[in-house]
């Protein structure tokens, strides 16, 4: 399904964002206090209307060409929560899980989310590939820092 947030009469779509009907459904479920999935929608807006994304802050890439969407709120909190997926080519994510921050204690924990997310590609698209993670302008066409490489375009 494809994210369409609320835009203001100044934005548009620059970038696709689709997730699956689960985590739709939950992006849509209210929990928590009563602007924290509002807060979640406005980050995951962020990528949609073209604002800046590095891979450093809002995007992280461990391994395998999966990314997480790191949407942290100031002060942090423990509903801090992360959102991931990979790039079905440039500038078109695909987000099939998400979890709290707080709960990656160990490694193990990164590695059997992001194991998921490879059996969710494969379920969903079978042999294709994600848009490799490096480089990362690979990954955003425009309005990208890659912090390895001090480069913005």
């Known amino acids: ?6 835009y203001d009469p100044d934005e548009s779509e620059k ?5 699956t009907p689960k985590l739709d459904e939950w992006l849509r479920k209210r929990e928590g206090s009563p602007d924290f999935k509002p807060r979640i929608r406005q980050s995951l807006k ?11 802050d809002r995007m992280k890439s461990w391994r395998d060409d999966v990314f997480e969407f790191r949407i942290q709120f100031e002060p942090k909190i423990p509903a801090n929560t992360r959102v991931f997926g990979g790039f079905m080519q440039q500038d ?26 490879l059996n969710d590609w ?17 990954c955003i066409c425009e309005n990208g820092w890659d912090p390895m490489k001090g480069e913005t375009w």
């Open 92 to 117: 078109k994510f695909v987000a099939t899980r998400w979890k709290p921050r707080a709960h990656f204690k160990t490694d193990q924990q990164w590695d059997k989310e992001i194991d998921g997310v």
């Open 15 to 19: 970038r696709e964002l689709w997730v």
């Open 1 to 6: 399904m494809r994210f369409c947030p609320e």
């Open 122 to 138: 494969a379920a969903l698209f079978g042999a294709r590939a994600r848009v490799p993670a490096r480089p990362f302008r690979g």
């Open 46 to 56: 962020h990528y949609v209307i073209g604002g800046l994304m590095d891979d450093q």
